[in-house]
């Protein structure tokens, strides 16, 4: 069946172009447009799209905020969220990512980038484009812990192998990669990344990696 998309966006022009990429692919359906997060919110209710592709700044509710209203805490529908950012990193991304966003994606990303991610957001993985996340980091690196700080309680949870698994999420690699790097299956790297999600309570690969930096395992520009 078909991936059914929503696309929110408060400039028509925009909509209508990925309208055009999406709507050539066999696997993709534009099932709706909105123009602001109020009438993404009602659109989501009334359409259930399977992914959403979310502008951030818009009139009367940004895309943070309808974010957090259509992924957050008691929400069960199908709905996941793909954060749409300018080149020069919206200042809300990292707000989005925790409000339950799956990813991020340029708004001038080529069309063959927009289409996967939307597949990749569609099954339940999390669009982690590198080049962005460390433009992200480097962003934020002066409010991120230094590596002398504690290490939450939270982390000796994890057994050894968890937390190397952990580093190389949130260095953005997919399964694959980690599954190549640790010379492990990559049905061993989704155990293991599973393991890692329900030991700290996180709802996927976007909040683990965000949680790895925020909690000094990693730092901006560590390999």
């Avoid at 408060?10 to 055009?20: A, C, I, S, V, Y």
């Avoid at 290490?151 to 980690?178: C, M, Q």
């Amino acid at each position: 069946m078909a991936i059914r998309v929503l696309l929110v966006d408060d400039q028509p022009l925009l909509r209508t172009g990925f309208r055009m990429i999406l709507e050539a692919e066999g696997d993709l359906a534009v099932v709706g447009e909105a123009g602001d997060g109020l009438q993404a919110i009602d659109q989501v209710r009334a359409l259930q799209p399977d992914v959403v592709l979310m502008d951030i700044r818009m009139p009367r509710m940004d895309g943070v905020e309808a974010t957090r209203q259509i992924t957050g805490p008691g929400r069960d529908g199908p709905a996941k969220v793909l954060v749409l950012t300018t080149f020069d990193l919206d200042e809300y991304v990292v707000e989005a990512l925790r409000a339950g966003a799956s990813g991020f994606l340029l708004k001038d990303a080529p069309a063959n980038e927009l289409v996967q991610a939307i597949r990749v957001v569609a099954a339940g993985e999390a669009m982690l484009a590198p080049s962005i996340t460390r433009r992200l980091l480097d962003k934020y690196a002066d409010h991120l812990p230094s590596g002398e700080d504690p290490v939450p309680d939270a982390l000796h949870t994890l057994t050894d192998r968890e937390v190397e698994v952990l580093k190389l999420v949130a260095r953005g690699l997919s399964n694959a990669e980690v599954a190549a790097d640790l010379f492990v299956s990559e049905t061993t790297v989704k155990t293991h990344v599973g393991h890692v999600l329900t030991k700290l309570r996180l709802r996927d690969r976007v909040q683990a990696a965000v949680y790895a930096y925020e909690s000094g395992l990693v730092r901006p520009g560590a390999q």
